[in-house]
């Protein structure tokens, strides 16, 4: 039951993100350890200059999807992070094949982001379910 | 061997919903405990008068994938659903968070739906994998 | 530590199956068991003569993502497949629902892919993470 939660975070819209926000404040809540591995368009979206801007919901949402996640008053995504990582154990690591392909640095990052790691070093600390979103 | 299968149930296309009913029924089949949770356009996908409509299918599909599968004369994925709670112990629930965002009442949700339940009482069951589609 | 890796590979978007394709790399690399499922549109990036055509990106990337990928000069995902077979006990198989709903052969697949299997089979190996892509 303590078991680690592993994210691979992937996706970069904000249905997904919220999602995947919500999970890790769950996992938390209940006393995991939550590991988060960014890549391609979620490590886009955790840059400091962009995690607060509009980056859309999945296409099958439609357009009343979209009017009903945006009149939907609950927290930002990064916001929902924050408070899991005070919560509990969170630990969110930017994928270094990612952020090679992006041109990214850490200094480009929201300081939300510990730290970057290769995805044989994320293997290791995988001691129960890895989640891909 | 005999741990739950958690699913989050996310996405609302009919070839993502076929998916997850399909791994539903095979964990099932292979004697495990399935706990499901609805959110965003998969709970949508759930709503008592939308469940037999058409959902579309993931854009990747391209013209060619949408005539194979609207020419695959398989069973409906709710159809697939309802024999996998025949076949083992499946329990669908609605989570808490995506009902009130889209103001939906357990009433509007199809009777496959056993439930709502907030992401860290759906973390209380994990005890295997956590797979999201 | 050295439970299976089960990979249901659903996506059929270069970036996803770049992804795909590091993850089992990576959890080979660190001594784990990968059993992939090939399904709907990744099934469909395996045929042999489509594995190395443009699959394109998920849609969200956007005009720059787009260029920021194909830009990039790393190994294709069927390379990266490749070598995780050599590192480590990789397993590449189709789906026997997909493999039918698009009329397909085991003739018709890159060699890559080592059998067909229906999901309750895949579920028979299940003994940890049960990854969605």
Redesign the interface.
């Known amino acids: 039951?303590d078991e680690t939660?592993?994210l691979?975070l992937?996706?970069?819209?904000d249905?997904?993100l919220n999602?995947a926000a919500?999970?890790t404040?769950?996992?938390a809540?209940?006393g995991?350890k939550v590991n988060v591995l960014l890549?391609?368009?979620a490590l886009?979206a955790f840059r400091a200059d962009r995690i607060h801007k509009d980056?859309?919901v999945?296409?099958?949402?439609g357009q009343e999807?979209i009017e009903?996640?945006q009149r939907?008053n609950?927290q930002h995504w990064s916001e929902i992070f924050r408070q899991a990582k005070e919560i509990g154990e969170v630990t969110i690591r930017a994928c270094s094949?990612s952020m090679e392909?992006?041109?990214l640095r850490m200094e480009d990052l929201d300081p939300l982001v510990d730290g970057q790691e290769?995805?044989?070093a994320?293997?290791?600390d995988?001691?129960?379910?890895?989640?891909?979103?």
């Not at 999945?58 to 949402?61: I, M, T, V, Y």
């Open positions: 039951m939660f592993s691979v992937f996706s970069g819209t249905d997904k999602a919500v999970l404040a769950g996992a809540a209940m995991r890549q391609y368009w886009d980056h859309g999945a296409p099958e949402a999807g009903l996640v939907h609950g094949l392909m992006f041109g290769g995805v044989a994320f293997f290791v995988v001691d129960g379910p890895v989640t891909f979103i």
